[in-house]
């Protein structure tokens, strides 16, 4: 019998923080199956699916919303059990990434709402030239991360703002260590879904662990994630489609395998560009709400650029909020060894 053609399309990730982007929430729904509820008029309101019966939960605040009704609009579900979400509460502030298609750019039905809400919230009313430009800055991070997920190596855990991605296909030694046993990695599921039937067993002999949040797993090795999965998936099978340059797997499987499943098989491949942004490129980043936040509260505009510019090359994605963009800005200020006055006079440059 042929299998039924797949329909998921990128279930890599190299940090669950990828969920602030729409793509990424959207992609958890692989196994939907209240019909009168879309997918994407729930991961545009940040909720990503729980993978367990209708749960689904907010990456923001965490919440979980499920037992969902004819009738429900998500948005309002979302706001009524958690009135406190950052989302809901300064949805125009926050470093959420939408889509950002010609569905959504010809006022998809949910965005429209939502960015009424933002206007009852009292945000700033609409410049169209600034918001042309804030639909370019979410656009170019969508390409741009899927640029960094199919282009380069996954990042091993540390420093976020470290330089530079690594994008020779070649990995060194193993990204988390600790995973280096099998038993380590079968002890690591404690909460995989019921609804999938993988074992934990398989993953763990495919290198994988579970980074406790629903199905995602990550190798020991190459450091690589992927989720959305399903059942009658081979984890040993997908983690050399999906990461063919992996040692572990190269060394489990035979490089001959390997090479024929990826090339069989091949993930998707974003066009080729370099890591490091362009100026105009950085500059556009500047047109993201979380950065118009921070040039409220008088920062440097120039140290603003070059943080959240080092954040997207090392992540492919912006802050989760800007109390998280803030710190980050103290941490590089703090990386540069400055003297204490200069650091504060560094950070309030330009300001009167
Ligand atoms: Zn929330
Ligand atoms: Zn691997």
Redesign the pocket.
């Known amino acids: 019998m042929e299998k039924a053609k797949d329909d998921r399309v990128e279930r890599r990730f190299f940090i669950p923080q990828c969920l602030t982007m729409e793509k990424v929430r959207l992609a958890t729904f692989v196994d939907w199956k209240v019909d009168f509820i879309k997918p994407r008029d729930l991961s545009a309101c940040m909720l990503y699916s729980q993978r367990e019966e209708d749960h689904t939960r907010c990456f923001s605040c965490m919440i979980f919303v499920g037992k969902w009704e004819e009738g429900d609009i998500p948005w309002e579900e979302h706001k009524k059990h958690s009135p406190d979400c950052f989302f809901m509460d300064e949805p125009h502030l926050h470093g959420n990434v939408p889509i950002m298609d010609d569905k959504c750019k010809l006022g998809d039905q949910l965005f429209e709402e939502w960015t009424r809400g933002i206007e009852k919230q009292g945000a700033p009313a609409k410049d169209s030239a600034e918001e042309e430009k804030k639909v370019e800055a979410f656009k170019f991070i969508n390409s741009y991360y899927d640029f960094l997920i199919s282009r380069t190596l996954p990042k091993p855990p540390g420093n976020i703002l470290r330089t530079e991605a690594i994008k020779v296909l070649e990995v060194k030694r193993p990204a988390f260590p600790s995973y280096s046993s099998l038993s380590s990695r079968k002890e690591s599921f404690k909460s995989w879904p019921k609804e999938i039937d993988i074992t934990p067993d398989a993953m763990a002999e495919a290198?994988f662990f579970s980074i406790d949040l629903v199905d995602w797993v990550q190798?020991f090795?190459?450091g690589?994630g992927l989720f959305a999965w399903r059942s009658g998936d081979n984890p040993l099978h997908d983690?050399a489609r999906f990461?063919s340059f992996?040692p572990?797997?190269k060394e489990k499987l035979g490089e001959e395998t390997v090479a024929k499943i990826a090339a069989e098989n091949p993930p998707p491949l974003a066009p080729d560009r370099p890591v490091q942004l362009s100026e105009e490129e950085a500059e556009l980043l500047l047109a993201l709400p979380v950065c118009k936040k921070i040039f409220g509260m008088k920062m440097d505009r120039d140290l603003i650029a070059t943080v959240m510019k080092l954040r997207v090359e090392e992540c492919g994605f912006p802050f989760k909020n800007w109390r998280i963009f803030t710190d980050k800005i103290g941490d590089y200020l703090d990386s540069l060894d400055l003297p204490e006055d200069k650091k504060s006079r560094a950070a309030r440059k330009g300001t009167k």
Do not use: Q
């Open positions: 290198g190798c090795n190459c690589g983690h990461y992996c572990f797997i």
